[in-house]
């Protein structure tokens, strides 16, 4: 039996008609057939110099292996891990067959209808070009055709549709020469694969399944005799058009299938009497376009050549995947509405980097942008923790104190969301209430230029400039880097690389790509991300924080909000042990919403689709998050004294607590 990579198989003997005269006398018929052609040339006033004319410029014949993806037009089926089809974009090849793998009386319906001698020719059957040749030239016109299944595979993948005597010629020599290479039973298996049977559909396991609903395994005699029926006139015999005309040409097929010996009068008349059930069109998610979108972009960017048809297998858990999108497009017709919020993405990857879950807008059939891959927006104070985490690596502690009061650098004076200052606060207030003065204050002392590093270090690809303003995430970016960037903290330092794609293949079941392990390259301390945890998780649990609506049951979580000028953009960046997440609210015409902030509606979509992913998991420990960064009393009491000296005195603007703020507060 062939490979499942390329369909080879062993010959098999296949039932076929007793011999007549011209497979008793093939010299005789030839050399009748060679005075005939060369009368016909001369009298139509080509002359006998013009034969070797006939050769001039003949394409060569491609490799055996080349001929079952030349001349395919693009296509990709994409699938789940359970083998399900998601959508095709493209004609339909369906998977690769081989004759060895059908009924008997599947291919035998194909020789009855196409090529009656197909097991005795060499590719091109002297005896039927004579009679075709006789009969054309009695009627003045084309009215009978002699090609074999080997001369329509030459036809169809070498050369042209164009009806020439050059063309005819050149055409009975590449199918003899294709013989010399292929097996009767691989050029059979070729041709089942690659014949065109209308509605798009090319093979005979797309025409199964497309029309019937099953694989060719199943195909009943009177399915493949109506499929067999099909090759004379694929457009206008098509099933779901003219299923009444393609009955009548499989009335001829299963007549010729009982001239030939393949089957009974009696298996013919109930072939021809029963019911052919052709199924409704499949249907498929529409809003699954958003994914396949991008992973149609990734393999392109993986394969230089991408080969006619490809079967991708996507990372994406279906059920979960309909069940977020339902719920967000739930969400953001009531609420969205109300708080003037138009769209919406989310993406949802779990720990190891397969993304499970992305949703691009609020509905495809509407617009195709992606606004998880290809929208760049403002994510405000969202961007604050690669503040943090640079600050950490430059030696600060969760526990140094900082003075929230008013900052001015060149001519910029930043202020908090509030409009008010609080005066000196540790780190870990300060991002769990996501001051802006502070943030400012730390990336000054880091430099704009380090917090940019570590970002794109992190994950994020696009370009970012060494201002100070990049600390109040005022650079544009995507929902999926930023997510990806936040797949560090979770994982104690390892950066995250997020994939669509399991694995590709083409029909024949060649794998061209398949997801390797690998080990993630370490970016930042573990004992560092044990700290960022820790204050992320302060920004989601603790009362003073900004995240409050995005906690879920059982599972401890972490992450933070963002919010950009004029309420244009909202965030939730956030993550279990489990899951990282993030979700996106706005409109695409920038226009600003009802004071929308990333603690409000995005953290209630965030927290919807994590209570999804997360239902029916048992909890696991988010690595150093609940210790929470806390400070003892004493230390809350001695922070509260500094900040009412603050306010007391009302310390001038852009003069902190300075640096590492005087003191560190002990927990």
């Given at each position: 039996?062939?490979?499942?990579?390329?369909?080879?198989?062993?010959?098999?003997?296949?039932?076929?008609?007793?011999?007549?005269?011209?497979?008793?006398?093939?010299?005789?018929?030839?050399?009748?057939?060679?005075?005939?052609?060369?009368?016909?040339?001369?009298?139509?006033?080509?002359?006998?110099?013009?034969?070797?004319?006939?050769?001039?410029?003949?394409?060569?014949?491609?490799?055996?292996?080349?001929?079952?993806?030349?001349?395919?037009?693009?296509?990709?089926?994409?699938?789940?891990?359970?083998?399900?089809?998601?959508?095709?974009?493209?004609?339909?090849?369906?998977?690769?067959?081989?004759?060895?793998?059908?009924?008997?009386?599947?291919?035998?319906?194909?020789?009855?209808?196409?090529?009656?001698?197909?097991?005795?020719?060499?590719?091109?059957?002297?005896?039927?070009?004579?009679?075709?040749?006789?009969?054309?030239?009695?009627?003045?016109?084309?009215?009978?055709?002699?090609?074999?299944?080997?001369?329509?595979?030459?036809?169809?993948?070498?050369?042209?549709?164009?009806?020439?005597?050059?063309?005819?010629?050149?055409?009975?020599?590449?199918?003899?020469?294709?013989?010399?290479?292929?097996?009767?039973?691989?050029?059979?298996?070729?041709?089942?694969?690659?014949?065109?049977?209308?509605?798009?559909?090319?093979?005979?396991?797309?025409?199964?399944?497309?029309?019937?609903g099953k694989p060719p395994q199943e195909l009943t005699v009177a399915e493949a005799a109506i499929l067999a029926a099909l090759p004379k006139a694929p457009s206008k015999l098509n099933l779901r058009e003219n299923l009444e005309g393609a009955k009548e040409r499989q009335a001829y097929v299963l007549a010729q299938m009982v001239d030939l010996g393949f089957i009974r009068p009696a298996d013919a008349e109930k072939a021809g009497a029963q019911d052919i059930t052709i199924i409704d069109p499949p249907t498929y998610d529409p809003q699954l376009g958003y994914a396949l979108d991008a992973v149609s972009e990734r393999?392109?960017?993986?394969?230089?050549?991408?080969?006619?048809?490809?079967?991708?297998?996507?990372?994406?858990?279906?059920?979960?995947?309909?069940?977020?999108?339902?719920?967000?497009?739930?969400?953001?017709?009531?609420?969205?509405?109300?708080?003037?919020?138009?769209?919406?993405?989310?993406?949802?990857?779990?720990?190891?980097?397969?993304?499970?879950?992305?949703?691009?807008?609020?509905?495809?059939?509407?617009?195709?942008?992606?606004?998880?891959?290809?929208?760049?927006?403002?994510?405000?104070?969202?961007?604050?923790?690669?503040?943090?985490?640079?600050?950490?690596?430059?030696?600060?502690?969760?526990?140094?104190?900082?003075?929230?009061?008013?900052?001015?650098?060149?001519?910029?004076?930043?202020?908090?969301?509030?409009?008010?200052?609080?005066?000196?606060?540790?780190?870990?207030?300060?991002?769990?209430?996501?001051?802006?003065?502070?943030?400012?204050?730390?990336?000054?002392?880091?430099?704009?230029?380090?917090?940019?590093?570590?970002?794109?270090?992190?994950?994020?690809?696009?370009?970012?400039?060494?201002?100070?303003?990049?600390?109040?995430?005022?650079?544009?970016?995507?929902?999926?880097?930023?997510?990806?960037?936040?797949?560090?903290?979770?994982?104690?330092?390892?950066?995250?690389?997020?994939?669509?794609?399991?694995?590709?293949?083409?029909?024949?079941?060649?794998?061209?790509?398949?997801?390797?392990?690998?080990?993630?390259?370490?970016?930042?301390?573990?004992?560092?991300?044990?700290?960022?945890?820790?204050?992320?998780?302060?920004?989601?649990?603790?009362?003073?924080?900004?995240?409050?609506?995005?906690?879920?049951?059982?599972?401890?979580?972490?992450?933070?909000?963002?919010?950009?000028?004029?309420?244009?953009?909202?965030?939730?960046?956030?993550?279990?042990?489990?899951?990282?997440?993030?979700?996106?609210?706005?409109?695409?015409?920038?226009?600003?919403?009802?004071?929308?902030?990333?603690?409000?509606?995005?953290?209630?979509?965030?927290?919807?689709?994590?209570?999804?992913?997360?239902?029916?998991?048992?909890?696991?420990?988010?690595?150093?998050?609940?210790?929470?960064?806390?400070?003892?009393?004493?230390?809350?009491?001695?922070?509260?004294?500094?900040?009412?000296?603050?306010?007391?005195?009302?310390?001038?603007?852009?003069?902190?607590?300075?640096?590492?703020?005087?003191y560190r507060v002990e927990r």
């Amino acid at each position: 039996m062939a490979q499942k990579g390329n369909p080879a198989p062993a010959q098999r003997t296949i039932k076929v008609p007793g011999g007549g005269f011209a497979s008793r006398h093939p010299r005789l018929v030839r050399y009748t057939l060679i005075v005939f052609l060369v009368v016909m040339l001369v009298a139509g006033g080509w002359g006998f110099w013009k034969w070797r004319s006939l050769y001039a410029g003949m394409p060569k014949l491609p490799e055996v292996a080349d001929l079952w993806s030349v001349k395919r037009e693009a296509a990709i089926e994409f699938i789940d891990r359970d083998g399900n089809t998601l959508d095709v974009r493209g004609p339909r090849y369906g998977r690769a067959t081989s004759v060895d793998q059908l009924p008997e009386y599947v291919p035998q319906a194909f020789i009855a209808a196409e090529d009656k001698r197909f097991y005795e020719h060499d590719g091109a059957d002297d005896a039927a070009i004579a009679r075709a040749a006789w009969s054309n030239l009695r009627a003045g016109e084309t009215v009978s055709g002699a090609s074999t299944i080997t001369q329509q595979l030459i036809k169809n993948l070498v050369l042209t549709n164009r009806q020439t005597v050059k063309r005819k010629a050149q055409e009975v020599k590449l199918a003899r020469e294709l013989e010399t290479k292929m097996s009767k039973d691989e050029i059979l298996s070729l041709y089942l694969n690659r014949v065109y049977f209308g509605a798009g559909l090319y093979g005979i396991d797309a025409a199964a399944r497309y029309y019937f609903g099953k694989p060719p395994q199943e195909l009943t005699v009177a399915e493949a005799a109506i499929l067999a029926a099909l090759p004379k006139a694929p457009s206008k015999l098509n099933l779901r058009e003219n299923l009444e005309g393609a009955k009548e040409r499989q009335a001829y097929v299963l007549a010729q299938m009982v001239d030939l010996g393949f089957i009974r009068p009696a298996d013919a008349e109930k072939a021809g009497a029963q019911d052919i059930t052709i199924i409704d069109p499949p249907t498929y998610d529409p809003q699954l376009g958003y994914a396949l979108d991008a992973v149609s972009e990734r393999v392109k960017a993986m394969l230089p050549r991408i080969p006619g048809d490809l079967v991708v297998t996507v990372s994406l858990d279906i059920d979960l995947q309909e069940k977020v999108r339902a719920q967000l497009a739930e969400r953001m017709a009531g609420d969205g509405a109300k708080e003037g919020a138009s769209q919406v993405a989310a993406i949802l990857i779990e720990k190891n980097g397969r993304v499970a879950a992305l949703v691009g807008g609020t509905d495809y059939t509407e617009t195709e942008f992606n606004r998880v891959t290809q929208a760049l927006r403002q994510p405000g104070s969202s961007f604050k923790p690669f503040v943090y985490a640079t600050a950490l690596e430059d030696g600060y502690s969760p526990y140094d104190v900082f003075d929230d009061a008013p900052i001015t650098i060149d001519k910029w004076n930043p202020s908090n969301y509030t409009g008010k200052y609080l005066g000196p606060m540790t780190m870990s207030e300060a991002i769990a209430r996501s001051i802006n003065t502070v943030a400012v204050e730390l990336t000054q002392l880091s430099g704009p230029a380090r917090v940019a590093e570590t970002a794109r270090r992190f994950g994020i690809t696009t370009r970012l400039e060494a201002y100070p303003s990049i600390a109040l995430g005022s650079q544009e970016v995507t929902l999926w880097e930023l997510t990806r960037a936040y797949g560090v903290f979770q994982s104690g330092g390892l950066r995250l690389d997020p994939w669509l794609i399991e694995k590709i293949e083409d029909s024949r079941g060649t794998v061209l790509y398949e997801r390797p392990d690998y080990d993630r390259d370490r970016v930042y301390s573990e004992e560092l991300s044990r700290d960022m945890n820790a204050m992320l998780y302060r920004v989601v649990n603790s009362d003073i924080g900004t995240g409050g609506r995005a906690r879920i049951p059982g599972w401890t979580v972490a992450g933070k909000t963002g919010t950009s000028q004029d309420w244009r953009d909202a965030w939730f960046i956030g993550y279990s042990a489990a899951y990282v997440g993030g979700i996106w609210v706005g409109n695409d015409d920038d226009k600003p919403m009802k004071k929308v902030t990333g603690g409000g509606l995005p953290a209630d979509l965030w927290s919807d689709m994590m209570v999804l992913a997360h239902h029916g998991k048992t909890p696991e420990r988010l690595l150093g998050a609940e210790s929470g960064v806390m400070v003892s009393e004493e230390a809350e009491a001695r922070i509260a004294f500094y900040r009412g000296l603050s306010q007391a005195f009302s310390i001038a603007a852009g003069q902190p607590l300075a640096g590492r703020s005087g003191y560190r507060v002990e927990r």
